[in-house]
Structure formats: structure tokens, C-alpha cells
């Protein structure tokens, strides 16, 4: 079974509109990590958030937010303020498992396209 | 400084030949990773290591093997078994707590000839 759900294959945003990125995970720990990437035309990976699953507040990283919900087991993550410099790949990404000896998973990815 | 170093950046093999990626990483990091991604796609988990000299299988690990004899290094061999070995490699490793992010290196692309 997918343990990360990404259901927007590419997604189009006008420049300086916010734009929500789908992601939803299936896991039966109480205790795990939610990650996003960004992965330009270059192949780099870049760290964008986190959130942790006990984590009561929303995570925030400048014009990236996290609008995490626990019980539909969902974190989109939400761009404000788009650039053409977001186009890229997203990826949503989970640890799970044992506080030592987990794995990182990753979706299958949302590109992104900003308008000018 | 501190980082994680894939090379070759690309790779040419001839079909039924081995091909071993180097991936360094000097962030003292205890777990490091393997992924293979395909155009247009996701990153697909091949192996991973969290401690030195053990190391689990993936989604993937058919046709790839690994070792982790030193903390800071964890080559991945793509072997003959390997029916579609053309991909991008990405080696990446992380602190071992779960709320740590990974970090990456720049990817090593393969192709058969």
C-alpha cells in the first residue's frame, strides 16, 4: 500500500497567487516525521518543512506552511506568494517506525508551473 | 564544509556489466540512503543503512547491492540482475531521529548503452 498519497500530478499558479500542494500518508505509528522537498530542473534536493506528528501548531518556513490534519492524516503544504522561482518538483516525504532504525518514503511528486 | 558527495555525476555502462555510485557524506550522520528516481517521478527506496556494517532492503533492491563498512560511505553496486538500471541515483543520509531532515547529494545519472 502507498504510504504517501500525492494525487496532483502538476499543478499551474498564477505568479504572487498562494497555491496548496495535496499530500496524504498512511501510517499506524503515533510517533513519525512529515517532510517536503522541493526538487528544481537541476536534480538538487531541498529541504523545504517538516512537521512532527505531535506537533500542535502548523509548521511555518516563510512563505511555506504546513496545514497539517491529523485525523484525515493529511499535511498539504501551502505556497504563499508564488515566484517563478517555485516551479519545480514537490515531494512529500514521512519517518516512521522506531525513533532509531526508521526509513524515509517519499511520494510520487507535484509539478509545479508558475505563471508569469 | 559539510555535505554529501555523489560521483560519478554521470555514468555510461554497457549492458551485463557492474557499476558501482560512491556516496560520501562527512555530517557524521549515522543513516544514509539509497533512492532511484525515473523521469518524471517519485523516489523509489533501493536500501538504507542506519548503523555501520548493517544495512535493510528497500522497495526496490532487486539487482542493486550496497555495504556500509565506514560511517561515512555507502556505495551502491547496480549489477547485471538489474533489468532497467537506466535512472537518476540519489545517496542522501540524516541524523537518525525521525524529526530530522535529510540532506542530499547532487545525484549520479546512469545510462545504458
Known amino acids: 500500500a502507498q504510504k504517501i498519497t500525492q494525487t496532483q500530478p502538476g499543478m499551474f499558479v498564477q505568479e504572487k497567487e498562494a497555491v496548496t500542494l495535496d499530500c496524504t500518508y498512511d501510517?499506524?505509528?503515533?510517533?513519525?516525521?512529515l517532510f517536503w522537498y522541493k526538487q528544481p530542473s537541476s536534480g538538487e534536493m531541498i529541504f523545504l518543512i517538516y512537521q512532527g506528528s505531535y506537533d500542535e501548531q502548523n509548521a511555518t518556513e516563510g512563505r511555506y506552511s504546513l496545514n497539517f490534519q491529523k485525523a484525515r492524516k493529511s499535511a498539504n503544504l501551502v505556497i504563499s506568494a508564488s515566484q517563478l522561482g517555485d516551479s519545480a518538483m514537490y515531494f512529500c516525504?514521512?519517518?516512521?517506525?522506531?525513533?532509531?532504525?526508521?526509513?524515509?518514503?517519499f511520494g510520487a511528486g507535484t509539478i509545479l508551473r508558475v505563471k508569469s | 564544509d559539510g555535505g554529501i558527495t555523489q560521483s560519478p555525476k554521470y555514468l555510461f555502462r554497457k549492458e551485463g556489466q557492474n557499476v558501482t555510485l560512491s556516496c560520501e557524506q562527512n555530517l557524521n550522520h549515522d543513516a544514509m540512503y539509497w533512492y532511484r528516481q525515473d523521469p518524471g517521478q517519485g523516489l523509489r527506496l533501493i536500501y538504507y543503512?542506519?548503523?555501520?556494517?548493517?544495512?535493510q532492503k528497500g522497495d526496490i533492491a532487486e539487482g542493486y547491492s550496497v555495504s556500509r563498512e565506514k560511517k561515512e560511505s555507502f556505495p551502491l553496486t547496480v549489477t547485471s540482475a538489474q533489468k532497467n538500471p537506466t535512472a537518476f541515483y540519489l545517496c542522501?543520509?540524516?541524523?537518525?531521529?525521525?524529526?530530522?531532515?535529510?540532506?542530499f547529494g547532487q545525484g549520479t545519472r546512469l545510462t545504458v548503452v
Open positions: 543503512s542506519q548503523i555501520v556494517n548493517d544495512f
Open positions: 516525504a514521512m519517518r516512521e517506525g522506531r525513533e532509531y532504525g526508521n526509513k524515509l518514503v
Open positions: 542522501a543520509s540524516t541524523k537518525g531521529q525521525k524529526n530530522t531532515e535529510a540532506f
Open positions: 501510517t499506524s505509528d503515533q510517533s513519525y516525521g
